[in-house]
């Protein structure tokens, strides 16, 4: 089938939009471009039970890793394999003799730095037992020490692991151990804790960058019943270890917003992703600048109110997710939401519609949710369904633009682009 040929404003649009993958490191993709089905158990009439969760895309695309948080993790390979993420490589120094297993929780997108328990069985009658550890790519295993806690998030190139210090709730109210800082293992120095901020008690760090860039949230006590509720403003945790939280920031309106429940970080630690589905989701740049994805809740020309951010590209210029007309799109029982994306330059798109500009051919799918891009961003991995009616897990290549010459002299031989508000 011969294609039309692209309109002169269509050329421009995919010229910014893949003009990132000139700049942002390249990384070889494991399939040609195309849309593929992984396969996978999923059920998008069914979303609470879906057994396939996607928690990352490895940096070169070989696999995608899936798991529910604290469920030992799998690897999908893009060849249709399936294997523990645990399996082999794990040296903590017992007995070769021992029968070792390994659940890991954690893994870097270079794939080798883990982070899981190692458990072991005596064969000669000596009995059982298990360590958290640290499998770093280079030597042996690294024991965790167990007052650190929630130590599953691993940096995309394995040099930092980020786990939490607990305290107690206050006395006279319900038992909660609470994060007070991010602790940070660093394959150079080991373990070093971050400050907690000022005035504030507790902290739930959540995400961390490349450099050791951490941003989380502030946690407080809810009134009674006292439960922990996450609720208040943006932490940053540099390198160094010093805090600092975010807002008010100044929007291009002039208009001030508060930004709260990170989302995601960038692998250079320079860009956030914050905000809830309904009242404001923005992108939070290195100056603090802020690009909207949906602030306000106010609805954009595509007619969309909800935009539920999954995970960002590694310079910050791609965020991907779904969005919907409901606050059902992301909690209600029947799946009323499309997968999204977002891009610096020109805004919000249906994944289908970004897809077609990339010069790729979507008919046949539907498309839910897009759960992670790759850093490059060039690779789209997701959830929906293809023509058959079955649920699948998708895994979505786009062309490399050829030079960043060509994308310069197109952009400077066509008309600008009008830009959407996203």
């Known amino acids: 089938?011969?294609?039309?040929?692209?309109?002169?404003?269509?050329?421009?649009?995919?010229?910014?939009?893949?003009?990132?993958?000139?700049?942002?490191?390249?990384?070889?993709?494991?399939?040609?471009?195309?849309?593929?089905?992984?396969?996978?158990?999923?059920?998008?009439?069914?979303?609470?039970?879906?057994?396939?969760r996607i928690r990352s895309l490895a940096n070169d695309g070989e696999w995608v890793s899936l798991g529910v948080?604290?469920?030992?993790?799998?690897?999908?390979?893009t060849d249709g394999r399936r294997e523990l993420a645990g399996t082999g490589g794990f040296d903590t120094g017992?007995?070769?003799?021992f029968d070792l297993t390994m659940d890991v929780f954690g893994i870097a997108d270079e794939g080798t730095t883990r982070v899981g328990t190692q458990r072991w069985i005596d064969p000669d009658g000596g009995g059982r037992g298990h360590v958290d550890v640290i499998q770093p790519a280079v030597g042996p295993a690294v024991v965790i020490d167990q007052t650190v806690s929630e130590r599953d998030q691993v940096s995309s190139n394995g040099d930092f692991?980020?786990?939490?210090?607990?305290?107690?709730?206050?006395?006279?109210?319900?038992?909660?151990?609470?994060?007070?800082?991010p602790t940070v293992w660093n394959r150079h120095s080991g373990w070093v804790d971050y400050d907690?901020?000022?005035?504030?008690?507790?902290?739930?760090p959540m995400f961390i960058a490349d450099d050791g860039t951490v941003v989380g949230t502030t946690v407080t006590l809810n009134a009674p019943p006292f439960e922990p509720v996450v609720l208040e403003g943006v932490v940053v945790w540099s390198p160094d270890g010093s805090a600092r939280e975010l807002g008010p920031?100044?929007?291009?309106?002039?208009?001030?917003?508060?930004?709260?429940?990170?989302?995601?970080?960038s692998r250079d630690g320079r860009h956030i992703v914050a905000g809830y589905e309904v009242g404001g989701m923005g992108v939070i740049g290195p100056d603090d600048s802020v690009w909207r994805l949906n602030l306000g809740g106010t609805t954009d020309p595509a007619g969309e109110v909800i935009f539920e951010a999954n995970a960002i590209s590694g310079d910050g210029s791609i965020v991907v997710g779904r969005?919907?007309?409901?606050?059902?799109?992301?909690?209600?029982?029947?799946?009323?939401c499309r997968a999204s994306v977002w891009t610096r330059n020109e805004g919000r798109f249906d994944f289908e519609t970004y897809l077609r500009l990339a010069g790729l051919d979507p008919t046949g799918w539907d498309f839910d949710s897009v759960a992670d891009v790759s850093h490059d961003g060039r690779i789209f991995v997701g959830y929906g369904q293809y023509e058959d009616g079955e649920d699948y897990l998708f895994y979505a290549v786009i062309?490399?633009?050829?030079?960043?010459?060509?994308?310069?002299?197109?952009?400077?031989?066509?008309?600008?682009?009008?830009?959407?508000?996203?």
């Open 1 to 52: 089938m011969v294609s039309a040929p692209r309109s002169r404003s269509t050329l421009v649009l995919f010229a910014f939009l893949t003009a990132v993958t000139v700049l942002a490191p390249h990384y070889a993709a494991a399939l040609p471009p195309g849309i593929y089905s992984l396969g996978g158990e999923y059920d998008a009439r069914r979303p609470g039970v879906r057994r396939d």
């Open 69 to 77: 948080f604290r469920e030992p993790l799998e690897l999908l390979y």
């Open 94 to 97: 017992q007995p070769p003799e």
């Open 161 to 181: 692991v980020l786990g939490q210090r607990l305290s107690l709730t206050p006395p006279g109210t319900p038992f909660f151990a609470l994060p007070t800082n």
């Open 196 to 204: 907690t901020p000022s005035g504030r008690s507790w902290v739930d």
């Open 249 to 265: 920031l100044t929007l291009d309106d002039g208009s001030s917003w508060t930004p709260n429940a990170p989302r995601a970080i």
């Open 323 to 336: 969005s919907g007309s409901t606050a059902g799109c992301s909690f209600g029982p029947v799946v009323v």
């Open 399 to 422: 062309p490399e633009p050829s030079t960043a010459l060509l994308l310069g002299l197109g952009l400077a031989a066509l008309p600008s682009s009008r830009r959407r508000s996203a």
